[in-house]
């Protein structure tokens, strides 16, 4: 994996004309590169696949496709782009319906420009971003889905694939809620390699997302270690 190269490119799906226009209009001006912008769920599905940004902003309110729809389509196509939800219900079925179709990150729309910005940011790394009150949710909807039998495909076959004990601590942090900046502080490595290492067991593990990597994790009990 390479370092990032210029600014990250983002992709704006709302609805309404004025706040799309307004959102891409901010993080344009603070540096991000818009690439494009959709207006309902079939046009963002055609328009992300054509200009692979590294963040989908989405709301899930859309007509013709809901945003988790679109979420599903984007992510299962391009498992490395990042899509954070800009949404103005807080409902906690609406957070966990996103989060388990793929996306990285859940804001409401009340947050600031700022707060906007640094979610994107952040997102473009991987990390998880939540409205304050969401993470711990999430968390929560992660063990319960642990607790729940595994498809066939995740038990522990023989010929399973082995973790370097890195990875399995890394796995372990992130089992844990830890995002990756606090992980690369806890073990004193860099942001990058904490990444490496997350899509080294991703590829090893035949997992998709975060979300299936939490739940594997907790599955084995990594997470009460």
């Not at 912008?37 to 899930?60: E, I, M, N, Y």
């Not at 906690?92 to 388990?100: R, S, W």
């Amino acid at each position: 994996m390479s370092e990032r190269q210029g600014p990250i490119r983002v992709m704006v799906v709302d609805d309404h004309p004025m706040w799309r226009d307004a959102v891409a209009r901010d993080l344009a001006e603070s540096g991000f590169d818009v690439v494009a912008t959709a207006g309902d769920g079939d046009q963002a599905v055609r328009r992300a696949r054509a200009v692979t940004p590294d963040v989908l902003v989405l709301d899930l309110n859309l007509p013709g496709k809901p945003g988790v729809q679109v979420c599903k389509e984007v992510v299962g196509a391009d498992p490395t782009l990042r899509v954070l939800v800009l949404s103005a219900s807080g409902e906690h079925a609406d957070v966990l319906e996103a989060v388990k179709s793929g996306a990285t990150g859940y804001l409401l729309k009340s947050a600031s420009t700022e707060e906007l910005q640094d979610a994107v940011r952040r997102t473009a790394l991987g990390d998880p971003v939540f409205t304050p009150g969401l993470a711990g949710l999430v968390l929560g909807e992660y063990r319960r889905l642990a607790s729940e039998p595994a498809p066939a495909a995740e038990t522990g076959e023989p010929g399973a694939p082995r973790l370097t004990d890195r990875e399995t601590e890394v796995l372990r942090l992130v089992a844990k809620g830890l995002s990756y900046k606090q992980i690369a502080e806890r073990l004193v490595i860099s942001h990058r390699t904490v990444q490496n290492h997350v899509q080294n067991t991703l590829g090893k593990l035949q997992l998709h997302n975060r979300v299936e990597l939490v739940r594997y994790a907790i599955e084995r009990g990594l997470d009460d270690a």
